[in-house]
């Protein structure tokens, strides 16, 4: 029987549904398992070969651990809310619904041909109001919580609420925006807003002034990743920073828990490493800094107190909202025309970016250590979310205030009385090196203060500053609190309506808050999101259900939030829903999530690192304080898959012609190389009569041949339409099959690097394939499998593979498994091995790999059920244990013959039987022997003369 992997493929895709082989409900007399990919947003140009990379890499792992007994859970859905899907409906007039759909349809189509594991009872989608109901109520359980720094621990708002009246903040140790003191008398002559407002300071989310990305054309607030060199990433269009009210999430409370959750997870080190910098610990002062001459005074936070003697000047963030008030009259416009300047650059940017640019204030801050005026000068370096968006420079030790005075002629002061500088070089990790130290004295000026050690000189500052009151000890994050407002209409809707100018929060039970329908998908003439477009968008809190917009009277109905969420609102807490998906009482059953617990498997790109995997881990240590989620870390382990890159196609045109000359002929000819169309090369060979089809202009094109070919050039660059050199998996699959591309996917490279695809070496993996199908057939479609017993060479060579395989699955080392398969097919091959003992478990062995084919032969040999319920083999090192060894046999060191011998044979009788082989004699003949060496299990050498 013939190797046809259209009808094998498309009868067991057929068969897995009908039987419902892949969907999995909890059973407690297994061990679990979960594995999970990283939400996939379904774009309208569906997949290409680099997608399914880690979904085939996690799919292996899911059908390994199945094999080995453990209950799986493998689930899949869409990220259906995002940017792309509105502005294609603002381009078209097509609603982003009708886009959306289509998309996940296509996306499902290509999944299903690749035969992924997946339990698709639990698909998921974020713009189904079934699923984004447990976004809304998440946000509002955030709205109603405060975070109590002295538990470490979410507590519901209405403690304060209680507190308040009798205690007023006294002894509050809470995560705040700002620090506030009030008695109880005070927040009892309070009117509702203003106490309202009092508790926002506290939520968990709470509406605040922060700086954003905004883009004017878009009429929306960007993330940090949709920023691409100062513009959008999505259409190009300039990006300002913008000071706004937005909805944010108060991620820094749990800052100090999100770095030592680091240490419980089996996460790279690398990975962890970013994390730990994006957070940011350090542990300093914060120090009041006097203006001269004014009642101002502003706060920095400095790691290094003990470097307060050399502190040369001040810098304020652009942002700062000291920046206005310190800005003297003569500097106003050079201060205006900087600011100006630096709005278009995004934060990110301003870190990466090492170029010296600032603006004098015209002010002088005092430091309170010498009482020496020093100018305040204004900086985009520094960035108002870190600290408090001013700092101390003291260039002696900071690269960056180093930078800064040597580029504007400002001091550079030595910490070390009497220390030469006046040649000095500087150090970036050390700071300035003195020329002539004194003695006993470290050669770098920061680092000794009166004769003491850093630790020492920080230890004293620090008590210095407490004692004289000029500031307090305080542990700092460089993480921000999250910007969870979108001026978009294709989002989560807030379940929320204001209320003279407070937010409050609809009623639990009316949750869903739906999208709306809304006459054009762009913000209003009056600059209101699109949502401002919606004529039914109000809130009746007697009915408790929305209303037309002209029922707004303040008193009973009130105006609905006009941003949604963000991207990450939906993707921050799906792993948990995945769990109980038709669950319409809660986002998970209290039973279900201690079943399930967390991920133990999660596979996805490194560029998560700072966005999705903070927000993520944070939205589910909220939900564990709050005793929904069983497991404070949501990801256990964390496996980053490489990037598939194009392989790009060239030809080369002659210039001012349409005659296209043969890659080793273009030197002759001056030519022009124009990407082509890499799915009409094949091994670098173009189809000349597809690519005159290809476009118009080539039609009447011309070739210079080599041999009878059109040899291209080729190189790797990012898989891209513009580049022609996207693959898709569908033609894949259509002429060699969804098994030869999940083989030949993993074979290109280990799973976490990065790595051309290149269709020349695919033919290798399918004759790979057709030879292990050659195993139970032969070419006259004859079955040649026996009930023989299998030989020790054969169970040696099926024992080899399964204890290698084994391994590599455990470490993701997926391409030199299918090296071992393809040794293994070719060893048993060469045995003439037909053995039903061998392979039955050769097949379940391939079966992650290859499922269709290895479904197709076990029902061939006879097993009942889905492969996919065999039992891993364990591999027996009794079969592995060399009985024989083969020796070389040299005469005067080079090698002329093989023998093998027993493993225990004595050097002494290998010598003898070596010395009386007929070959022997033939290489000694008329030679007198010198000496025998015989390395053991090696070597056999003779030297003769």
């Known amino acids: 029987m013939e190797y046809n992997f259209r009808e094998i493929e498309k009868k067991w895709q057929k068969r897995w549904v009908e039987n419902k082989t892949y969907q999995v409900t909890e059973d407690e007399t297994k061990q679990k398992y979960y594995v999970l990919n990283m939400f996939p947003y379904p774009s309208g140009a569906g997949l290409h070969v680099g997608h399914p990379l880690g979904y085939i890499a996690s799919d292996i792992y899911a059908r390994y651990k199945r094999l080995q007994g453990f209950n799986v859970l493998n689930p899949m859905g869409y ?24 998309n996940i349809n296509r996306y499902r189509e290509q999944l299903d041909k690749i035969g992924f594991s997946f339990d698709w009872n639990r698909e998921i989608r974020t713009c189904d109001p079934e699923y984004y109901h447990w976004t809304q109520w998440a946000f509002q359980k955030m709205f109603n919580s405060y975070y109590c720094n002295d538990t470490q621990q979410a507590r519901p708002i209405q403690e304060l609420v209680e507190s308040f009246p009798k205690y007023g903040n006294e002894g509050l140790n809470a995560a705040c925006s700002e620090e506030l003191h009030f008695t109880a008398e005070e927040w009892n002559a309070k009117n509702e807003k203003e106490q309202q407002e009092i508790l926002m300071n506290y939520r968990i989310a709470y509406l605040g002034e922060t700086m954003v990305n905004w883009c004017p054309q878009l009429g929306t607030v960007l993330a940090n990743d949709e920023v691409v060199d100062g513009v959008s990433e999505r259409g190009g269009f300039p990006v300002v920073q913008k000071k706004m009210r937005q909805w944010c999430l108060r991620v820094s409370a749990y800052a100090q828990r999100l770095l030592d959750g680091l240490d419980t997870i089996d996460w790279t080190e690398s990975l962890k490493e970013t994390q730990k910098n994006w957070i940011g610990r350090s542990e300093g002062a914060e120090i009041q800094f006097k203006v001269k001459d004014s009642e101002l005074e502003f706060t920095i936070f400095t790691t290094r107190a003990d470097t307060m003697f050399g502190v040369t000047f001040m810098v304020l963030a652009p942002e700062s909202e000291l920046v206005p008030q310190l800005t003297t009259e003569a500097q106003k416009a050079d201060v205006d025309a900087y600011l100006e300047r630096t709005k278009k650059r995004t934060e990110r940017e301003r870190i990466a970016d090492r170029s010296v640019t600032g603006v004098f204030s015209g002010s002088y801050a005092v430091n309170p250590f010498t009482g020496e005026a020093v100018p305040v000068w204004i900086s985009d370096y520094v960035l108002a979310g870190y600290g408090t968006g001013a700092i101390m420079a003291v260039p002696a030790h900071d ?29 970036a990790k050390e700071g300035i090196v003195c020329n002539s130290p004194r003695e006993g004295v470290a050669p770098y000026c920061d680092l000794s203060l009166n004769g003491l050690t850093i630790k020492e000189a920080i230890a004293a500052t620090k008590k210095y500053v407490k004692e004289h009151n000029l500031g307090r000890v305080k542990v700092n994050f460089r993480l921000r609190d999250a910007i969870f407002s979108r001026q978009r209409y294709w989002g989560e809707p807030f379940p929320v309506y204001y209320k003279e100018g407070m937010p409050y929060m609809i009623d639990e039970e009316s949750l869903p808050l739906e999208l709306p329908e809304v006459a054009k998908f762009l913000p209003t003439e009056t600059g209101e999101p699109p949502l401002g477009h919606a004529a039914k ?25 006009l941003n949604t969420m963000p991207g990450f609102a939906g993707s921050s807490a799906y792993y948990l829903r995945y769990m109980d998906p038709r669950n319409h009482k809660a986002l998970v059953d209290k039973k279900v999530d201690e079943y399930w617990r967390n991920v133990d498997l999660y596979v996805g790109g490194t560029e998560h690192a700072t966005g999705h995997l903070i927000y993520s881990r944070f939205w589910n240590k909220f939900l564990h304080d709050l005793g929904v989620s069983a497991v404070e870390e949501p990801f256990q382990k964390l496996v980053n898959q490489g990037m598939i890159q194009g392989r790009s196609n060239f030809v080369y045109r002659i210039k001012d012609t349409n005659t296209f000359v043969s890659l080793n002929l273009k030197e002759q000819y001056d030519t022009t190389p124009l990407h082509v169309d890499v799915n009409i090369v094949s091994n670098d060979i173009l189809d000349i009569e597809a690519f005159k089809a290809w476009r118009p202009e080539y039609a ?48 290109l490279g280990p799973v976490e690097q990065s790595k051309p695809w290149d269709t020349n070496g695919i033919d290798g993996v399918h004759r790979f394939i057709k030879k292990f199908w050659s195993l139970f057939y032969d070419r006259n479609g004859r079955y040649l499998v026996t009930d023989e017993p299998a030989t020790k060479e054969e169970l040696k060579s099926l024992h080899k593979l399964i204890k290698k395989v084994t391994g590599d699955i455990e470490q993701f080392s997926y391409n030199t498994s299918i090296s071992a398969f393809m040794i293994c097919v070719n060893e048993l091959s060469g045995l003439k091995c037909y053995k039903k003992e061998i392979l039955n478990q ?61 493993a225990d044979a004595a050097s002494d009788a290998i010598q003898a039987t070596v010395l009386a082989d007929e070959r022997s004699v033939k290489w000694m003949d008329g030679k007198t022997i010198v000496k025998v060496i015989v390395v053991p299990k090696k070597i056999v050498n003779i030297v003769v003369k």
């Open 79 to 102: 990220d259906a809310y995002g940017l792309p899907a509105e502005q294609y409906a603002i381009q078209t007039g097509q609603h982003p619904a009708i886009t959306t759909v289509n």
């Open 399 to 427: 690269s960056r205030d180093y930078a800064f005075a040597k580029h504007f002629g400002l001091e550079i002061r030595p910490l070390v009385e009497g220390c030469d500088v006046s040649e000095e070089s500087f150090d």
């Open 537 to 561: 968008w109000a809130w009746d809190t007697v009915n408790k259900c929305v209303a037309d917009n002209q029922k707004i009277d303040h008193i009973t109905v009130f105006p609905l939030e």
């Open 700 to 747: 009447t094109a011309e070739f210079i041949l080599e041999d009878g070919k059109y040899i291209c050039g080729w190189a790797v660059e990012k898989m891209s339409k513009s580049m022609f050199n996207v693959v898709n998996p569908d033609m894949i699959v259509e002429k060699y099959g969804a098994d030869t591309l999940r083989m030949y996917e993993m074979f």
């Open 842 to 902: 050769l097949v379940v062995t391939l079966a992650p790999f290859a499922p269709h084919v290895c479904e197709e032969l076990w029902e061939t040999l006879g097993n009942t059920g889905s492969v996919c319920d065999a039992r891993w083999p364990i591999y027996n090192e009794e079969y592995l244990i060399e009985n024989t060894v083969n020796y070389t046999i040299s005469f005067n060191g080079k090698a002329r013959f093989n023998m093998e011998f027993p």
